[in-house]
C-alpha cells in the first residue's frame, strides 16, 4: 500500500484539489489518501474562536468567508445536480461551528475541547468534499472518519496516539474493505471517550504516518507545495535547492529545527518500520522530490540543511551559589516540564556558573514564574540571581548525519556568521554531532540562513550587495560597468553583483533583490522616493543584507559623516568621495579602525590618481616592509588638463570652463586649482605611508592671484580668471623663457610636503605629461635610485568609475 498526504495548499482550491485527483488515479495500488483542511482555513477557525472569546462578533465574517471558500470548491468539482447536497453538508456543519463561537462568546470561556472541536471542522469538511469530487471521477474511495480509527489521551491540541489500538482499528477498518482509495482526514482524532482531539499544528503529516505504520505501506508520500525538503527554507533563502536524498535523522533535525515542511513526530512511525518518505510537490509532480530513508547520500554535501525556528527565548540562570552544587539542572527542568514547557537547545557553560537554555518565547513569562519560584530560597540568600529571559531571538542549525567526521564545520559557520556581524548569544552541538546549532537575534535570520547556505551550499558565488549614493557623471558609469561585466564576473570569479540601492541628491530607490540596470534612471525617477542620507543609511541596515558595500561617489562633505556608521554595522564603504581621508587624522584613524575592528573593508583607491593603482601599489610596499622616503607626483589631472591646453591661444578662463565641462575638475573648480584637491592627495599617500599628517601641516604656494582666492562664489571665481588674465598669462611666459612647462607638482620628503606650481623642464619625467594624465614617483629604501612610477589618465568618469569598481571586487576578496 501507499500512503499519501496533501497538505493545505494541495488541496486550497478546486484546481489544486483535480490535480491531486489526478495524481490519485495514476497509482497502481490500493491507496490511502489523507488530506488536510483547505490551506488557509486552520488558521481562520482558530482566528474566530480567538475574536469570539473577545465577544468580537466579526467571528462570523470569518465563518462566511469559510463557507465561500468551500462553496467555491463545490461549485468547480461536482456537476450542479450534486453540488446542493454537498453545500448542504457543509453549511450544516458551519452552522454548528456558528453556535459554538455565539456560545464561546457568551460564556467568555474556551477549552482546549471545544477548540479541538472547532478545528477539526476544516479536515472534516475538506475530506468530505474531496472524498464527492473522487466518486466523481469514478474513483473507487471510501471515507474513513480519522476520528473512529486513531485513538489518544486527552491532551485535547496536542494529543498522544494509543498506538496499540490505533494499529488495530485501523488494521480492521482496512483489512475488511476492497476499495481502491482509502480516504482520511488528516490532523484529528478521538480520545477514549470518543471526543475529537489533534494531533498539532501541521499534524496531518503524522496521521499519515500512523496510518503508514499500521499499514505496512511501502511508501509514504509527503505531497506539498515545495518540490522536497530543501537546503534551506526556500521563502528566505532563494538559492536553496531541494535535497535528492536524506537520512531519518538527517530529516528529524532538520524539521525539529524549524523545517516546517515535515511535522516532526511524523518521522518516528516510519523509522519504526523503515518506510521510505518522499517528499513531493502537488504543484510539479514531475520533480523529483526528496526522498528519507535509513541512510543518507555519503556523495553529497557534509552539511545537509539549515534550518531555523524563529520566536525563540534565551533563559540564562546563573549565580556563584550554583557552581559544584548537585541537583540544579535538575530542578531547573523539573521547573519548566511542570509547566509542560519545551526545552529547544541547551548549553552550561564550563564553570557550572550558568546555564542557558532557548524555549519558544510565548513561553517565557510562564518559565519566569516557575523557575523564580522554584529558586526562590537561593534568590533571596543571592546565591542564584532571577531567571533572566532575552527575546526576540532565533536558533539556527546546521544538519548532517557526517559532519562528526568533518573538522572545520563549525569554525567555518562561525567565522562566516562573524564576517557578516551576525551576533551568537549561544552555541550547542550534540554530541552525536549532527546538529551545530546557534542563538542569534531574529533580526539576523534572513542574512544568517543566506551566508551559511551560501557558504555551504553554494558554488562559492559571492554575492555582493551595493548601496550608491551618486549616480552622476561617475556613479553613471560604474553602474554601465557593473551590467556590462556582471556575466563575466559570476563566470570567472563567482562574484555576482547586487545594486540594491541607487540615490542622487533628490531621489532614492531600493529594490531589495536588485535593481534591474537597464533602465535604473527611469527606475529611479519614476518609482524612487525622496533622498534622505540618513533614511538611506536606516534602510541599508534595516536590510541587513550580507556582503554590503556603501559606495560613495559624490563629493559631498555630509556622505563621510556616515562611514563610521556603516563599518560599525560590517558594512564594507567605497569611496572616491576623499573628504573621509583627509579630514582629522583622528577620523580618519577612527574609520580605519572600525573597518579591522567589524571586518569591513573601507577602499577609497580613487582618492588619488582616480583608477590608477596608486595606494593599492603603496599599501603593498608598505606591507611588505618597504619604506617610502620620497614622493614626487603630479596629481591632478585637472591642473595637468588645464596647463596642458594653456598654451597661448586660448584664455585660462577659457581652459578651465572647458574642463570642468568635460568633468576634469571638481564640482567647484576653485578646490582643484587653489591646490587644496592636491593637498588632500598627497596627505591621504602620507598617511597610507604611516605618518600622522594632518592637511595644514602641507605647505601650498598658491598660484592664483589674491582676487581669485578671495571670491565667494564659483561664478565669482569664474570672473576672476577673466579679469586677471594677464596674471596667468604672465605664469606661462616665465615658465616659456625658461624652456620650461608648468605642472602643479606635489612632493614628499623627510616628512615635509608641498604642492605648488613648477617650472618643469624638458628631460624632467614630468615635461611630457599629456592631457589629465596624472604621475607618481615613488621613491623607497628598495627603489632608492630609479623610482617606482605609476602613471596614466588621473581624472574623468570612465576611468574613476573602474577604480571604483575594482574597489568593490576587493571588498569581495576580503
Ligand atoms: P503543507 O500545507 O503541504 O503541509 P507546509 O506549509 O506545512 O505545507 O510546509 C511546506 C512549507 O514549508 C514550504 O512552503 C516552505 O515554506 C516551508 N519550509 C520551511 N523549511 C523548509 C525546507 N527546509 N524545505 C522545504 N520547505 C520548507
Ligand atoms: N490543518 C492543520 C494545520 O493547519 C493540519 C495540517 O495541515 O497538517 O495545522
Ligand atoms: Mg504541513
New binding site residues.
Given amino acids: 500500500m501507499i500512503v499519501s498526504k ?5 488541496v486550497g482550491s478546486a484546481e489544486n484539489i483535480k490535480r491531486v485527483i489526478q495524481i490519485v488515479k495514476e497509482k497502481k495500488e490500493q491507496t490511502a489518501i489523507v488530506v ?1 483542511a483547505l ?1 488557509g482555513v486552520t488558521n481562520l477557525l482558530i482566528e474566530a474562536s480567538d475574536l469570539a472569546l473577545k465577544n468580537d462578533l466579526r467571528f462570523e465574517k470569518i465563518v462566511d468567508q469559510i463557507e465561500k471558500r468551500h462553496f467555491e470548491a463545490i461549485e468547480n468539482l461536482l456537476p450542479h445536480d450534486n453540488q446542493t447536497n454537498c453545500k448542504a453538508e457543509v453549511a450544516k456543519k458551519l452552522n454548528q461551528l456558528k453556535e459554538i463561537l455565539h456560545s464561546i462568546s457568551l460564556l467568555n470561556d474556551l477549552s482546549d475541547k471545544t477548540s479541538a472541536r472547532i478545528v477539526s471542522l476544516g479536515e472534516i469538511m475538506s475530506s468530505f468534499i474531496i472524498h464527492q469530487a473522487m466518486l466523481q471521477n469514478a474513483l473507487n474511495a471510501t471515507l474513513i472518519d480519522s476520528r473512529e480509527v486513531i485513538k489518544t489521551d486527552d491532551n485535547y491540541l496536542n494529543a498522544e496516539v494509543d498506538f496499540e489500538l490505533t494499529r488495530k482499528n485501523l488494521k480492521d477498518a482496512l483489512g475488511s474493505n476492497s476499495a481502491e482509495v482509502f480516504l482520511f482526514p488528516g490532523f484529528i482524532s478521538s480520545n477514549q471517550s470518543n471526543e475529537t482531539t489533534t494531533l498539532g499544528r ?1 499534524g ?2 503524522y496521521t499519515a504516518a500512523i496510518i503508514a505504520n499500521a499499514a505496512g505501506a511501502n511508501i509514504l508520500e ?5 518540490s ?8 528566505l533563502v532563494r538559492q ?1 535547492y ?1 535535497i535528492e536524498e536524506i537520512s531519518y535523522q538527517e530529516a528529524m533535525e ?1 524539521s525539529h529545527f ?6 516532526p513526530p511524523t518521522i518516528q512511525p516510519v523509522l519504526d518500520k523503515r518506510i521510505p518518505i518522499l ?1 513531493k510537490n502537488t504543484l510539479s509532480a514531475k520533480d523529483k522530490g526528496t526522498l528519507i530513508a535509513e541512510k543518507s547520500l555519503v556523495s553529497g554535501s557534509t552539511v545537509k ?1 539549515i ?1 531555523h525556528i524563529e520566536d525563540i527565548a534565551l533563559l540564562t540562570l546563573e549565580g556563584n551559589g550554583m557552581v559544584g552544587v548537585p541537583g540544579i539542572s535538575e530542578r531547573l527542568f523539573g521547573a519548566l516540564a511542570k509547566k509542560g514547557i519545551n526545552v529547544k537547545f541547551i548549553t552550561q557553560a564550563s564553570s557550572e556558573h550558568s546555564i542557558c537554555i532557548a524555549i519558544d518565547s510565548d513561553e517565557s513569562d510562564l518559565a519566569k514564574k516557575s523557575v523564580d519560584q522554584e529558586f526562590e530560597f537561593e534568590i533571596i540568600q543571592h546565591k542564584v540571581n532571577p531567571l533572566i529571559i532575552e527575546t526576540e531571538l532565533a536558533i539556527i542549525a546546521l544538519v548532517g548525519d557526517h559532519m562528526k567526521s568533518h573538522q572545520g564545520i563549525s569554525g567555518r559557520m562561525f567565522s562566516e556568521l562573524g564576517a557578516n556581524n551576525v551576533n551568537i548569544r549561544a552555541i550547542a552541538q550534540g554530541s552525536t554531532e549532527k546538529n551545530i546549532s546557534a542563538v542569534i537575534s531574529k533580526n539576523d535570520v534572513k542574512k544568517a540562513l543566506n551566508t551559511l547556505h551560501a557558504a555551504f551550499f553554494e558554488d562559492q558565488i559571492k554575492q555582493i550587495n551595493l548601496f550608491i549614493v551618486g549616480v552622476g557623471n561617475v556613479g553613471g558609469k560604474l553602474l554601465e560597468q557593473i551590467k556590462l561585466q556582471a556575466d563575466y564576473l559570476l563566470e570567472k570569479q563567482h562574484l555576482q553583483l547586487r545594486v540594491v540601492a541607487i540615490s542622487n541628491s533628490r531621489k532614492m530607490f531600493f529594490r531589495s533583490d536588485g535593481i534591474e540596470l537597464s533602465d535604473w534612471a527611469d527606475q529611479l525617477e519614476q518609482q524612487g522616493e525622496k533622498a534622505d542620507l540618513e533614511g538611506f543609511i536606516d534602510k541599508m541596515k534595516g536590510l541587513n543584507l550580507r556582503n554590503s558595500v556603501f559606495v560613495d561617489n559624490t563629493a559631498n562633505d555630509r556622505v563621510p559623516d556616515l562611514y563610521a556608521d556603516c563599518l560599525s554595522d560590517s558594512i564594507a564603504v567605497v569611496a572616491c568621495n576623499k573628504i573621509a581621508c583627509s579630514s582629522a587624522f583622528d577620523n580618519y584613524q577612527h574609520l580605519k579602525y572600525l573597518s579591522r575592528k567589524y571586518n569591513a573593508p573601507f577602499l577609497f583607491e580613487t582618492n588619488v590618481g582616480a583608477g590608477l593603482p596608486i595606494i593599492d601599489t603603496l599599501n603593498n610596499l608598505i606591507a611588505s616592509g618597504d619604506e617610502i622616503t620620497e614622493i614626487q607626483a603630479v596629481l591632478s589631472g585637472s591642473l595637468n588638463f588645464v596647463f596642458n591646453h594653456f598654451n597661448g591661444e586660448t584664455p585660462f578662463s577659457e581652459v578651465v570652463k572647458r574642463a570642468g565641462e568635460e568633468g576634469y575638475t571638481e564640482p567647484d573648480p576653485r578646490i582643484d586649482l587653489s591646490g587644496v584637491d592636491v593637498m588632500r592627495k598627497i596627505l591621504i599617500l602620507m598617511r597610507e605611508s604611516g605618518l600622522q599628517s594632518e592637511l595644514n601641516d602641507i605647505k601650498n604656494e598658491s598660484f592664483l592671484p589674491q582676487s581669485s582666492l578671495d571670491a565667494d562664489t564659483v561664478p565669482d571665481f569664474l570672473e576672476t580668471l577673466i579679469t586677471e588674465s594677464d596674471h596667468f598669462n604672465k605664469l606661462r611666459e616665465a615658465a616659456e623663457s625658461e624652456k620650461c612647462r608648468l605642472k602643479y607638482v606635489a612632493s614628499y620628503k623627510d616628512g615635509k610636503a608641498s604642492v605648488g606650481l613648477q617650472h618643469i623642464p624638458k628631460e624632467h619625467p614630468f615635461y611630457n605629461l599629456d592631457g589629465k594624465d596624472n604621475i607618481v614617483l615613488f621613491y623607497t629604501n628598495r627603489y632608492k635610485d630609479q623610482p617606482l612610477i605609476i602613471k596614466g589618465a588621473g581624472a574623468g568618469a570612465d576611468v574613476t568609475a573602474s577604480g571604483i569598481f575594482g574597489d568593490i571586487i576587493r571588498t569581495g576578496n576580503k
Avoid: C, E, Q, R
Avoid at 496533501?6 to 494541495?10: A, E, K, L
Avoid at 524549524?258 to 511535522?263: H, T
Fill in positions: 496533501f497538505g493545505g495548499t494541495s488536510s490551506g501541521g496531518s503529516d509527503i505531497w506539498t507545495d515545495v522536497g525538503m530543501y537546503t534551506a527554507n526556500p521563502k536553496a531541494p532538520l524549524g523545517a516546517k515542511v515535515l511535522y517528499i540543511g534550518s
